[in-house]
């Protein structure tokens, strides 16, 4: 059955499978992505890149798609350690600038990573007036999308499509990390109920970052998560980053520890893998 995404289907395996390969796309460069869109998915797709951050909009008759990309070595994620754990209490602010009264809008005391804050900022303006041009010529359904950091990119900007006004149908992620704190995940669940679908592989040690059970540290997912494998790994997965994190003190974490931290993440990354999630949801 060839690919496809079904409108009046919220959560459905479908989606998920168009979407995941559509994130798998977004790793390519123009020259390649661009064709592969097409012959894959039957869609139109432009890339645009800003600094560290790119995303593919991509768009038919019938949908229109924003597949934001994940960092740039997906198989060693290096990148995401400061992000993810050496300075990860130290990254969940209020946005200030240009992005503040928007976020500002999730209600006092929400709080947001500002790694993910600084890339989305960087790459907002011209994907939001690429959006608007194609829901000009027609106003079709508006899927968002991504792997890892760019399935927290697709929270942060439906965040910023609501805020414009701009209806966004489903946002789909596979192995996102978190991008806020309590409060944060209640004003995106608020504003999009029933229409995020979180996929985590049980075993892959993404998802549960930036937060793993420090005393200072407040990161929390928003609502579905729609879990992969069996219970077993969720909860080994979670114990042995807790267990390392357990050796910090007053909540702190030293180069030691998040050097350790980080080498049990990358013992595990052939689950953070798109092609993982792929696999494990086309057998939904």
Known sequence: MPLQLVEDAFGDARNAQFLCVASDLAYLPQDQGGPAYQELLGLEAVLFSVGNTQAFEAHNNDHIVVAFRGTESPTTIDGLKDWLVTNAANFLILPEGRMGTDFAAAGVGARFHQGFINAIADIWDPVFEKIQAERTKSDRPLWLTGHSLGGALALLAAWLFQRKFVPVHQIYTFGGPMVGNDQAAAAINKAYPNKVFRYVDRIDPIPRLPTVSLADNEFIHCECEVGLGTAQGISSAAEQLRELAGQAVSGLINATI???????????????????YKQRIASL
């Open 258 to 276: 998040a050097e350790d931290i980080w080498k049990a993440v990358q013992s595990r990354l052939n689950a953070h893998s798109l092609e993982n």
